[in-house]
């Protein structure tokens, strides 16, 4: 069996359970997100910013995928939200099956909206559909406005990219990043990406994002 | 054929190239580091300093992995070194045999040592050996102190972390980063490991790194 037919049948097994996670959603009324990101990029603590401010409004649940540790779940449920964590024990992304047990864990019918917080990379998970309505790259801009050039596979499949850490562009820090650059090369690949400019931090942008999720699930409910 | 038959006929003919590239360098006399971190660490910013700083003193040559574009190369090359460029085109890392052909390409006599970029990756590129003599994990305060808990396999593998980007630890900016917590949780991994707070922007700490660096050859030209 050649190295190619291998990748196709894991590719194949993986969308198997990713059509049961879609069947699962759809059967409970669910929307998914699949957040990727570089290790880094601040996804955790924009889940929590997320989290806290929608609390009353939007009820969310997370799966964490990590290749070790326990540190983002637990983050996670200091807001009182549910998480369920996955450790992946090495592997560079979280595949359909191991979401497909996650979802069972988790209380769907008190949720609205299920995040999945990828294992922080910006290439593999891009290749393993998990059954998600969508996938939303996180891109700190700390990490540089050359990225949608140099890792287009995710900027191409996303339909939000949230650029994080907006805050330090401002307040005397030395960095360099060209948000124009990053829109134009995004949308030369994804002419339909919405992008959000964030700060967990400061709450800078915050609103924007939280209106277009909210619009996700709105009239899904009743 | 299982799935981990699969992976390690992979791992072992990387493992024939990696021996090849060992005993090329072995012959020409030359070191080679392998620099593995997530995307926009700084490996290239930090690269081209080095390089420019130890100008006249210690001749590098580059071997730039990324998924596309010669972006990165370009940079080196600006600085008059010489930089091989290797297209994964989606692979997330480096293999050996690619970088045995830009050992070829590059011009080893001509060179002190050889500073191998790996693709912005902090999980896969450390399973795939090289040939080189030792791998160098770099990571950027902004990244989070929490990363050597979380992708233990680069820091328990490497000779030296360098954290980039410490210039943000000052000047206002808003970042959370206890350097200590990384020393402690990266040395749990690797008593070993060399560790260099380093600013490619600043200058900061460079020179340990450079003295770290040029006693890795010292003595090996004559």
Same mark, same amino acid.
């Given at each position: 069996?050649?190295?190619?037919?291998?990748?196709?049948?894991?590719?194949?097994?993986? +969308?198997?359970?990713?059509?049961?996670? #879609?069947?699962? *959603?759809?059967?409970?009324?669910? #929307?998914?997100?699949?957040?990727?990101?570089?290790?880094?990029?601040?996804?955790?603590?924009?889940?929590?910013?997320?989290?806290?401010?929608? @609390?009353?409004?939007?009820?969310?649940?997370?799966?964490?995928?990590?290749?070790?540790?326990?540190?983002?779940?637990?983050?996670?449920? @200091?807001?009182? &939200?549910?998480?369920?964590?996955?450790?992946?024990?090495? &592997?560079?992304?979280?595949?359909?099956?191991?979401?497909?047990? @996650?979802?069972? +864990?988790?209380?769907?019918?008190?949720?609205?909206?299920?995040?999945?917080?990828?294992?922080?990379? *910006?290439?593999?998970?891009?290749?393993?559909?998990?059954?998600?309505?969508?996938?939303?790259?996180?891109?700190?801009?700390?990490?540089?406005?050359?990225?949608?050039?140099?890792?287009?596979?995710?900027?191409?499949?996303?339909?939000? *990219?949230?650029?994080?850490?907006?805050?330090?562009?401002?307040?005397?820090?030395?960095?360099?990043?060209?948000?124009? #650059?990053?829109?134009?090369?995004?949308?030369?690949?994804?002419?339909?990406?919405?992008?959000?400019?964030?700060? &967990?931090?400061?709450?800078?942008?915050?609103?924007?994002?939280?209106?277009?999720?909210?619009?996700?699930? @709105?009239?899904?409910?009743?």
């Amino acid at each position: 069996m050649k190295k190619v037919d291998v990748a196709r049948k894991i590719l194949s097994a993986n +969308e198997a359970y990713a059509q049961k996670n #879609r069947e699962l *959603l759809t059967r409970h009324g669910k #929307r998914c997100f699949n957040m990727i990101s570089s290790p880094g990029s601040g996804k955790t603590t924009l889940l929590v910013r997320t989290i806290s401010d929608l @609390a009353g409004a939007v009820r969310i649940g997370v799966i964490e995928g990590d290749i070790q540790t326990d540190i983002d779940a637990q983050r996670i449920r @200091a807001t009182s &939200a549910p998480a369920v964590q996955i450790n992946t024990d090495g &592997a560079c992304h979280l595949s359909a099956v191991q979401v497909h047990r @996650a979802l069972e +864990e988790l209380p769907l019918d008190n949720l609205d909206i299920v995040l999945i917080e990828n294992v922080g990379n *910006l290439v593999c998970p891009s290749a393993f559909e998990l059954g998600e309505d969508g996938k939303i790259v996180v891109l700190s801009v700390a990490e540089g406005d050359d990225k949608p050039a140099k890792y287009p596979a995710i900027f191409a499949k996303s339909k939000v *990219l949230l650029v994080s850490k907006v805050d330090l562009l401002s307040g005397g820090a030395l960095i360099d990043f060209d948000l124009e #650059r990053v829109r134009t090369d995004a949308r030369r690949l994804n002419k339909s990406i919405e992008i959000f400019p964030v700060s &967990a931090k400061t709450g800078e942008g915050m609103t924007a994002w939280y209106d277009w999720l909210t619009g996700q699930f @709105a009239g899904t409910r009743f």
